[in-house]
């Protein structure tokens, strides 16, 4: 009786072992299933994110190579220098199209262009404006170099980036101080009508230029793709 009661306990701890031993086994089956599944959701998603990064890069060169082609067309500037003028104003988050605004208001896109105060280049920049500019780049200041396409535009996008950043990116400021001058700007606003207006007949005409130029580009991109 004894001995039948003793079988009777072994084979029942037997039996648990076993249900155990199956539980943890299903358990752990369930959560590999889990993990895999998660894996494979994971890694769906770093393709998706891989692909549209990808995506992005290229479209982004793309655009970029087609307005450096745009602004060589608009220009007539050598295709390293159109190339220069698209990189530094993605290097300083500068609109390119208001760069080209500046340009086209303050030369017609002529290099070697002269104003009768003095002013000189593609920016048609002035002794006192240029030198300060290029000494903080350091470069070597030299009036003749102001002919010289790159280092005017160098000096120009620098310029125009100073100002944006130094009027908190009111652009009718910048541009109205970049036509007159800091010392001119605080003037102008003092005897304009709203004194805390710096609209002037100036950036109104860079602007206007600008959002040509950008529809233009527009337009064009469109009819390409």
């Not at 009777?8 to 299903?26: A, D, G, N, P, Q």
């Not at 280049?121 to 002919?147: F, H, I």
């Not at 304009?192 to 005409?205: F, Q, R, T």
Request: charge should be negative; hydrophobic fraction near 35%.
């Amino acid at each position: 009786m004894w001995g039948d009661e003793m079988k009777r306990e072994k084979y029942l701890t037997i039996l648990l072992i076993i249900c155990m031993l199956s539980y943890f086994m299903m358990l752990n089956l369930s959560m590999t299933a889990v993990a895999e599944d998660l894996s494979n959701y994971h890694t769906k998603n770093d393709v998706n994110k891989r692909d549209a990064f990808i995506y992005d890069l290229r479209s982004s060169y793309l655009q970029e190579k087609e307005l450096i082609e745009y602004t060589k067309n608009l220009t007539g500037l050598e295709i390293d220098d159109c190339e220069f003028i698209v990189n530094e104003c993605k290097d300083k988050n500068l609109d390119p199209f208001i760069v080209l605004g500046v340009i086209k208001r303050e030369s017609n896109f002529n290099p070697k262009a002269q104003g009768a105060a003095g002013e000189r280049g593609l920016g048609q920049l002035m002794e006192n404006t240029a030198r300060p500019v290029a000494e903080n780049l350091g470069y070597v200041y030299d009036p003749d170099k102001l002919y010289d396409t790159r280092y005017n535009l160098k000096l120009t996008i620098t310029q125009i980036s100073y100002l944006l950043n130094s009027y908190n990116n009111d652009i009718h400021m910048a541009l109205t101080a970049y036509n007159r001058g800091q010392q001119g700007l605080i003037e102008y606003m003092k005897n304009s009508e709203n004194s805390k207006s710096a609209i002037s007949d100036y950036s109104l005409g860079v602007l206007q230029f600008a959002k040509e130029y950008k529809e233009n580009f527009r337009k064009n991109t469109e009819v390409n793709s």
